[in-house]
Structure formats: C-alpha cells, structure tokens
C-alpha cells in the first residue's frame, strides 16, 4: 500500500515561510499527479496545489503566487512563502485525484 509521510510543518509568524516534504515512492509520483491539500481546524480537507508529470502546477486561488509545489523522485515538496493565519492548517500530499488513504498530515500554523 502506498504511503505518504508528510513533514517540515512548524509554528512561524504572518511573512515567514515553511517548506513542506512528502516522502512517497517513486512509483507513485512516476505515475499519478501528485497534490497538496490542506485542513483548516473544523473545515473539510481541500486541495490547493497539483502537479502532473510533464511539471505543469496549478494553484488554488489562496496559493498562487505564493506557494510552490514540486516533485524530485520520490518526495514531494511545498514551499510556502509570505504565510498569513489563515494558512493554518495541516497539511497532507496525496496523488491527485486522492487515494482512499491519508498520511498524519504535518501541521503548520501562522502566528503572531
């Protein structure tokens, strides 16, 4: 079964940045499109960045021009610039559209 093992979450203030990584395996990101979806506390899982083989990413509108995602291998990657509090929020990879199954997802919040 595959696995994603989400890290790199923190606590940091409005401006800072985060970048997330996501251990899977290649066979994974060699085949699917991969993606980042975030929780918001007491909000459904929603998907904010996705990447397809050939590097195309689209962004949700809350991410773009800010977030970055990428693929190398077998890891996934987010870097999240100019973060504001309501990008607080765990953070889990997935392939796109989503398995059935989640990682723990990693938690980063933004605050003052």
């Known amino acids: 079964q595959v696995q994603f093992a989400e890290s790199g979450g923190g606590y940091v203030q409005p401006g800072a940045s985060l970048r997330l990584s996501c251990a899977t395996t290649?066979?994974?990101?060699?085949?699917?499109?991969m993606a980042w979806y975030s929780q918001a506390p007491g909000k459904e899982r929603d998907l904010i960045a996705r990447i397809y083989s050939g590097n195309d990413a689209y962004y949700d509108d809350s991410a773009k021009g800010r977030f970055t995602i990428s693929v190398d291998n077998a890891n996934v990657y987010l870097q999240m610039n100019r973060l504001k509090p309501e990008d607080t929020a765990t953070y889990y990879c997935?392939?796109?559209?989503?398995?059935?199954?989640w990682g723990e997802g990693t938690q980063g919040t933004v605050s003052s």
């Open positions: 997935n392939t796109y559209p989503p398995r059935d199954f």
């Open positions: 290649m066979e994974t990101t060699g085949v699917y499109a």
